[in-house]
């Protein structure tokens, strides 16, 4: 193959990737006040300025779009757990909160659409991101298992210290989207926000774990 027809061959690639994500960012965008079972393929993709039967290309279907939609708002979320562990403060809690209020800010659409369809219409989606959250929460519980103390923790003690961890921060994330840039509001979420994860660390502490 010459260099001139791979070089096209990359091209085309890089051109159905960019269409493939401008889908999805489409969909995202059309997602902030509806469900996805209420979105339409041709909305989406009038949005894009694309042909209907060109979406085929990309996913085979809506609910395949919003699979793909779960999966990389599912990234964003691990992203803020890996920034969360690779930046240490004095107060782990109150650095863990402030990551989340920024990320919160920086990626609104993605925890929306999370929130919103993880009890939505699409049984598909659903499961998506109660896989990846499952996920989250099996690598949450490796990570605290490498904690002093914890390492000979039950499996089934850490997971459950994990799940209660990644619920708490989902019930922020939606405390977060319900107040809006409200300073007083985000000051108090904030607030309960700290005081609920300490709860949790005291009970973690606390908490007498033998192998079964």
Request: no cysteine; hydrophobic share 45%; aromatic share 4%.
């Given at each position: 193959?010459?260099?001139?027809a ?18 999805l ?115 949450l ?11 000979e ?60």
């Open positions: 193959m010459t260099g001139d791979s070089g096209s061959l990359g091209t085309r690639q890089e051109r159905k990737l960019r269409t493939r994500q401008a889908l960012d489409a969909a995202l965008r059309l997602l902030a006040d509806g469900s996805l079972a209420s979105l339409s393929l041709r909305e989406v993709t009038r949005e894009v300025g694309i042909v209907p039967t060109a979406f085929y290309r990309h996913f085979a279907s809506m609910d395949e779009l919003g699979v793909a939609l779960a999966e990389e708002s599912m990234r964003t979320l691990r992203a803020m757990l890996r920034d969360a562990r690779r930046k240490p403060t004095d107060d782990a809690i109150s650095g863990s909160v402030a990551i989340l209020v920024d990320q919160v800010r920086k990626h609104e659409s993605h925890f929306q659409f999370l929130v919103r369809e993880r009890y939505g219409g699409v049984a598909d989606v659903r499961r998506a991101i109660a896989t990846e959250l499952r996920l989250l929460g099996s690598e519980a490796t990570d605290l298992a490498r904690f002093p103390g914890m390492a923790w039950d499996p089934d003690d850490l997971r459950m210290a994990a799940d209660l961890m990644v619920a708490g921060m989902l019930s922020i994330v939606m405390a977060l989207l319900e107040v809006g840039p409200h300073p007083q509001g985000l000051a108090e979420v904030v607030d309960v926000a700290e005081r609920q994860l300490r709860l949790i660390a005291i009970g973690m502490v606390h908490w007498h774990s033998t192998p079964r």
